[in-house]
């Protein structure tokens, strides 16, 4: 049995309505040392063009503030904003080393603003599906997470500061602090220990980087992240192990997840709903649909044997082959999904000001995911396993600093 659903475009169940448009604020000014590229910026907005965080700050209609620099400022950057009283929406990472990041999170704390992380893939839809299932009990919880990602240095030039763990905090904190983070998410834990290898290219920069992050529970994270590709040959790929289900998640910017799963009867059915509900499963409230998104079940009943199997000690009755498939719209839709996530994690940020209850990638995701960075780094240039600072006891500390 097949069965597809559409999503139309139209606010979801679910999802917050749109604010008034004379309630909406808009862009005050924008701020860069470059005098060019603040000009060009601001003529695009048609908003001032200031040469510093300090002249932004000292207007008086400016209420958040977006970083979006190089990756060694952001810390610095972002308690000076937090200590001017304005909220902040920082460009990951938080930080490029666990102490300035707890520093900013305890800052955060302390001025009571909200800080949220671009941490995009906490806005994917393809990932709070996946959050959805395991919630209702149609996936199990993940004993296994693997991200594969063969990326682009066509645009990284020798001389440019990615390549330079003082601006960017290496390969671990710069990119690899996404994939932390939704390792994080979906299996619902902060990591323990790590072990990790970095390979440079013959005569230049390490351009390769692998980590095994050990979660509670036996749980085993992989990542890999290499930036060696043309563009189009690039490559990513998120795995999931659920047990007697499995699921891929094709893009860095994900547009695709494929889910195969082995069920009864009952999960046969339940599974077979899904369809019917794509508003549920996709939402995530700031991110606006557009009616190309599909979700296609298909039921091989009997495909099995109807005796019990047993996987690592759990024995079911599981006779019936799913497969999932959901998608955004394709490749072509990968910029819009993508600036999609950012507009929900931006308007992630209106709506904790406003109601006062944390984001979704709030400081403290931000600094767990840098800790994992951090003590990857480490265990890459020692080749020993290093222990993974709990984000909790890392705001602790960066309090009693």
């Keep these: 049995m097949r069965r597809v659903r559409r999503v139309r475009p139209g606010r979801r169940r679910g999802s917050a309505r749109p604010a008034p448009r004379g309630r909406r604020r808009p862009l005050a000014a924008v701020a860069d040392p470059s005098r060019d590229r603040a000009e060009r910026l601001g003529a695009r907005h048609g908003v001032p063009a200031l040469a510093s965080l300090d002249e932004l700050l000292e207007r008086n209609d400016v209420a958040a503030v977006l970083i979006a620099t190089p990756p060694a400022t952001h810390a610095e950057m972002a308690v000076t904003a937090l200590r001017a009283g304005r909220h902040v929406f920082c460009e990951k990472p938080l930080a490029t080393t666990t102490e300035d990041a707890s520093a900013v999170a305890h800052e955060a704390r302390l001025a009571g603003r909200v800080l949220v992380v671009d941490h995009v893939l906490r806005y994917n839809p393809l990932l709070r599906a996946v959050r959805h299932l395991t919630e209702r009990g149609l996936l199990a919880p993940p004993r296994r997470f693997l991200f594969e990602n063969d990326a682009s240095d066509e645009d990284l030039d020798p001389g440019h500061w990615f390549w330079d763990p003082a601006h960017s905090g290496g390969i671990f904190v710069e990119h690899g602090v996404h994939f932390f983070d939704a390792a994080r998410a979906l299996l619902g834990s902060d990591p323990v220990s ?34 060696t590709h043309a563009h189009r040959a690039e490559r990513q790929l998120m795995r999931l192990d659920h047990g007697f289900a499995e699921t891929r998640i094709s893009g860095w910017i994900p547009v695709r997840a494929e889910i195969s799963a082995w069920t009864d009867e009952a999960g ?25 998104e599909r979700i296609t079940v298909r039921v091989e ?20 082959h799913v497969t999932v498939v959901i998608d955004l719209g394709g490749e072509a839709r ?17 709506r904790a000001v406003r109601e006062g209850t944390p984001p979704v990638a709030d400081a403290v995701s931000g600094l767990a995911a840098v800790a994992v960075a951090e003590a990857a780094t480490l265990a890459a240039s020692t080749g020993t396993e290093q222990r993974v600072p709990s984000p909790g006891l890392a705001v602790s500390e960066g309090a009693s600093a």
């Excluded at 990968?334 to 209106?350: E, F, G, M, N, T």
């Design 268 to 292: 046969a059915r339940r599974w077979e709903q899904l369809p019917d509900e794509p508003g549920t499963l996709l939402s995530v409230d700031g991110f606006r649909p557009h009616g190309d």
């Design 334 to 350: 990968k910029p819009y999904v993508y600036a999609q996530s950012v507009r929900a994690a931006a308007a992630d940020l209106v």
């Design 194 to 227: 790590v072990r990790a290898t970095a390979v440079a290219r013959p005569g230049g920069p390490v351009d390769m980087v692998s980590a095994d992050v050990v979660h509670p529970g036996g749980v085993l994270a992989s990542h890999l992240h290499s930036f």
């Design 301 to 320: 009943r009997d495909a099995g044997s109807a005796a019990p199997a047993r996987g690592r000690g759990e024995q079911r009755a599981v006779p019936h």
